[in-house]
């Protein structure tokens, strides 16, 4: 029996990328082939498969070595033949540290962007073959509210007493905005392609959690509106399932709302 739809997700050893993986193979039918830089710490990926054996593919991949995108492509491509894949989700990310502008380290700027935005693109390129064959031809760009313009212009409350600027993340959140834009243009709705960045919330995983503690976030006003990821993984699917192709080029909040960019 073919799956009812194969999803592709980067940077998937814990937190959202771990939760994506368990909450889409609640649905039966479906394949997850869940990838990571480096598996062996992956124990949420390990325990899942031991429940989806036959539908959950663990697959290491290194999203800033071309070399180790190619193979990822291989593995799936040897799995799914002609069925290809139907998401791709861009998970794989970095904040770096919570330091400001005047202190953040040229070397720490370039890696960020180098996986948050390169990255991206390198995977979604790979993939592009087998996303042509998939039905849904959906891919998803894991982004964040800190890529925004028009969020950090609008004084949120909560982050008034904020330490941290974050300058490489937030450069490489809007560069990743951007990203979409440019693939949205280029491969298009006409072609069956749906591309979106999406803000999952401000989520309290390992990374999530030590960047609100850090830079003094840790407040009434952002504790009120934090997600834990299964939560915000909840919400992310169904807005996922919601999406058309006249949606393709938005930035969207996980709960499917718009986000200005």
Known sequence: ??????????????????ELAKQV????????????RCLDGAKPLHELQKTFPSRLHLISMDVVNSSSIQAAVQAVAKITGQSGVDYLVNNAGTAGPPVPAHEEKVDDFRTIL??????VHAVSQAFLPLLMMGLKKTVINMSSCLGSHAFLL?????????????PAYKTSKAAL?????????????????????????????????????????????????????QQSVEALLKTIANLKLE???????????PMLY
């Open 177 to 229: 905005n951007m990203l979409t834009l440019s693939w949205e243009s280029d491969v298009t709705a006409a072609q069956g392609f749906i591309f979106v960045a999406v803000h999952p919330g401000l989520v309290t995983t390992d990374m999530g959690s030590a960047f609100i503690k850090s830079a003094k976030l840790d407040n009434p006003a952002i504790r009120c509106i934090s997600l834990t990821p």
């Open 247 to 257: 949606d393709t080029s938005k930035f969207l909040n996980y709960d499917g709302l």
């Open 114 to 119: 180098e996986i948050n935005v390169l990255g």
């Open 25 to 36: 193979l609640s649905t039966p039918n479906t394949v997850v082939f869940a990838s990571a």
């Open 1 to 18: 029996m073919a799956p009812s739809a194969v999803w592709l997700i980067s940077g998937a050893s814990r937190g959202i990328g771990a």
């Open 154 to 166: 609008s004084n949120p409350v909560g982050w008034e007493n904020s330490s941290a600027t974050l």
